[in-house]
C-alpha cells in the first residue's frame, strides 16, 4: 500500500565513495567523493534514506571531500564544530564560500588539527537543512593519546531531531513571507519514525552512543530505558564522568554516553521528546540485546517536559574533566582559562521583531542579510561595499531592529568574555564557527559586573554550542587564536534563516600563511569576485 501523498518530502542523498592513504611522516589522507541528489521519501515512518555518510577520523588526519552537486540549486556543507584552523575558506557556509552551482563539484580541505569528539556536518544553504543532507563526523584519539575510559564494544551515532512534512521549499517559502515555521510534525532518529532505528548490543558490554541534535528548531530529551549514561564528553572536551538517565540536548549540541548492557536480556527503547514545549512530541528507537528474549512492551519511558530549573542544574553539573588529555598528550587541565584576564566582553542579545511588516530576528538590534558577496571573499579582495566592519556593536542599546549584514571586528588573540542575553521565553542556542570556548556561567535574570563573582574558572566545559535559557543569560570565555571570517549564530534554523547570526572577523595584520591559510586555488568566486584569479597553480 503506497504512503499518503500528503507526507511525501524531498530528501538529500549522499552517494559515495572513500579512499585512504598516506605518505610516510605526513599526517594521513582520506578522501571522499559524495554526489548530492534529491529523493523522494516518506517521513515519519514509512521510507527514508538519510542522514548522509559517516565520517570517521583521527587527530589531524587530512579529509579531502568532493562534493558534486546534482541538485538545480546551489548547494553547501557546513562541519558542525571542526575548528578549520586558520581556514575559515573551508567552512562552508555563505559568508566564507561561494555556493557550489548546479551540476558542478567542489573540493573542500579539511584537517581535524588539534581535535577530537563527537560533530555533525549539515547543508548551511537556505533551508536545506530540512531536507536531511546531515551526517556524523567523529575525530578519534591518535593511539598514542590516553582516552579516560576503556575501548567499547560499539561506537553508535545517534542523529537526532524535529521533523517537517512539508518540503523545504516550502518551508522556506513561509519565512520569506514573513512568517515563523509552524510546529514540528515529529521527531526523527537517525532519519527514521518510531521504532525505525534498531541498535543490537551484547549483554554485559558496554557501548558508545554520540548523540547530536541535529533538528530545526526544538530542544531534545535523550534516555535509554532501564539503562544509565555515563557522560564522558562533549564536542571535543572530555568530561567528568557523572551518571544521567536523562539528558538535555539542545539544538546543534553533541554529547558521547557510555551505557552497559547491565540489563535482562530483552529489547528497550531508546526515546526522544521535545523539551519546553506545550505539546510533547516523542520518538522511539530499539535497543536490541543480541540475547533478547522478548520485544519493547508498554508505553515508552517519561522524560522531563517543560522543566527550566531541571535543565539548568544539569547543564551546570556538565564539567571539563581535568586530567584527562584530549587531542594532545598533556591534560586538559593544564590550559588555565580562568587565570587569564580578559581583554575586551561582547553582550550579545536575542531579539524578535518585525521589520517592513515581517518577522524577523535580531542579535543587538541588527538583523542579518545576505551581502551579494561572500563576506571572506570580499575581504581577502577588498571589495568596497559588501560589508562594513563595526556593523554590530559590542552591547544591545535597545533600540528597533534593522536590517544589515553585520560584521563584528575583533584582533587575533585577543580574549574574550561574551555574555548572551535571553530577554525571549524560548530557550536559545548559540553556535561559533572556527571555534570552542569555555561556559564559565549561566543563570536567570539579567547578567551584570556582579555575575562574575559566580564564574566557574576552574572546570568549564569547552564547547563550541551553548543554550541560553529564557530569561536568563550564559557567559563563556574565548581565546582569539583562530583568524578568519567566523560565522556567530542561532541553532534554530528558522531564527538564523530570519537574521539571528552575525560574523566575527577576527584578523591578523601580519598576513601571514603561519596565521591563515591563502585563499584555495580551487576556490569558488561569485558575486563581485566573479572573474577574479585565486593564486598561481
Same mark, same amino acid.
Do not use: C
Given at each position: 500500500m503506497s504512503p499518503s501523498r500528503s507526507i511525501l518530502h524531498r530528501s538529500l542523498y549522499f552517494f559515495v565513495l572513500l579512499l585512504l592513504s598516506s605518505v610516510h611522516g605526513e599526517n594521513p589522507y582520506r578522501f571522499y567523493t559524495w554526489n548530492v541528489t534529491y529523493g523522494d521519501i516518506y517521513p515519519l515512518g514509512v521510507k527514508q534514506q538519510f542522514p548522509g555518510p559517516q565520517i570517521d577520523c583521527v587527530t589531524n588526519d587530512n579529509l579531502i571531500i568532493n562534493v558534486y552537486n546534482s541538485l538545480p540549486e546551489p548547494f553547501l556543507i557546513s562541519w558542525n564544530g571542526i575548528q578549520q584552523r586558520r581556514n575559515s575558506w573551508m567552512d562552508g557556509v555563505y559568508g566564507t564560500n561561494c555556493p557550489i552551482p548546479p551540476g558542478k563539484n567542489f573540493t573542500y580541505f579539511l584537517q581535524a588539527k588539534d581535535q577530537i569528539g563527537s560533530y555533525f556536518y549539515f547543508p548551511s544553504l537556505a533551508m536545506h537543512k530540512a531536507a536531511g543532507g546531515y551526517g556524523g563526523f567523529r575525530v578519534n584519539s591518535r593511539p598514542l593519546i590516553p582516552v579516560p575510559f576503556p575501548s567499547p564494544a560499539g561506537d553508535f551515532t545517534v542523529l537526532i531531531g524535529d521533523w517537517y512534512k512539508a518540503n523545504h521549499t516550502d518551508l522556506k517559502a513561509v519565512l520569506d513571507g514573513g512568517h515563523d515555521l509552524p510546529f514540528p510534525d515529529g521527531i526523527l532518529i537517525n532519519g527514521r519514525g518510531p521504532n525505525g532505528v534498531t541498535f543490537t548490543v551484547d549483554q554485559g558490554k558496554t557501548y558508545r552512543f554520540r548523540i +547530536?541534535?541535529? =533538528?530545526?528548531?526544538?530542544?531534545?530529551?535523550?534516555?535509554?530505558?532501564?539503562?544509565?549514561?555515563?557522560?564522558?564528553?562533549?564536542? =571535543?572536551?572530555?568530561?567528568?564522568?557523572?551518571?544521567? +538517565? +536523562?539528558?538535555?540536548?539542545?539544538?546543534?549540541? +553533541?554529547?558521547?554516553?557510555?551505557?552497559?548492557m547491565d540489563q535482562p536480556g530483552q529489547d528497550y527503547y531508546i526515546v526522544a521528546s521535545t523539551r519546553f514545549t506545550s505539546q510533547i512530541l516523542t520518538s522511539t528507537a530499539i535497543l536490541h540485546y543480541s540475547n533478547s528474549a522478548g520485544s519493547v512492551s508498554g508505553p515508552p519511558p517519561g522524560g522531563p517536559t517543560i522543566q527550566i530549573d531541571w535543565s539548568l542544574n544539569q547543564a551546570r553539573s556538565i564539567r571539563w574533566n581535568l586530567t584527562a588529555s584530549a587531542a594532545r598528550p598533556n591534560p586538559q587541565g593544564s590550559y588555565h582559562y580562568g587565570l587569564v584576564n580578559t581583554t575586551r566582553t561582547i553582550e550579545v542579545a536575542n531579539s524578535a521583531a518585525v521589520i517592513n511588516g515581517k518577522q524577523r530576528y535580531a542579535v543587538n538590534s541588527v538583523s542579518f542579510i545576505p551581502a551579494d558577496t561572500p563576506l571572506k571573499v570580499a575581504d581577502f579582495y577588498n571589495i568596497q561595499g559588501v560589508f562594513s566592519l563595526g556593523s554590530i556593536s559590542d552591547y544591545p542599546h535597545g533600540g528597533g531592529a534593522y536590517l544589515q549584514t553585520s560584521v563584528m571586528e575583533a584582533d587575533f588573540r585577543a580574549y574574550v568574555e561574551i555574555i548572551f542575553q535571553n530577554y525571549e521565553n524560548t530557550v536559545q542556542s548559540w553556535h561559533i564557527d572556527g571555534y570552542s570556548f569555555f561556559v564559565v556561567g549561566m543563570d536567570g535574570g539579567q547578567w551584570t559586573p556582579a555575575s562574575r563573582n559566580g564564574y566557574n574558572l576552574r572546570d568549564g566545559v569547552y564547547r563550541c554550542t551553548t543554550q541560553v535559557y529564557p530569561q536568563s543569560w550564559t557567559a563563556i570565555y574565548m581565546p582569539l587564536d583562530n583568524v578568519g571570517m567566523w560565522n556567530i549564530r542561532s541553532e534554530n534554523w528558522a531564527r538564523q534563516y530570519l537574521g539571528q547570526q552575525f560574523y566575527l572577523r577576527v584578523y591578523s595584520p601580519v598576513n601571514s600563511w603561519r596565521d591563515e591559510n591563502p585563499i584555495p586555488r580551487n576556490a569558488l568566486l561569485c558575486g563581485r569576485a566573479s572573474g577574479r584569479r585565486t593564486r598561481p597553480l
Open positions: +547530536s541534535n541535529v =533538528g530545526l528548531t526544538t530542544s531534545l530529551n535523550f534516555r535509554i530505558q532501564g539503562h544509565t549514561m555515563t557522560l564522558v564528553e562533549v564536542e =571535543g572536551s572530555h568530561t567528568l564522568q557523572n551518571h544521567y +538517565s +536523562s539528558l538535555d540536548v539542545h539544538l546543534g549540541q +553533541s554529547y558521547s554516553v557510555l551505557v552497559t
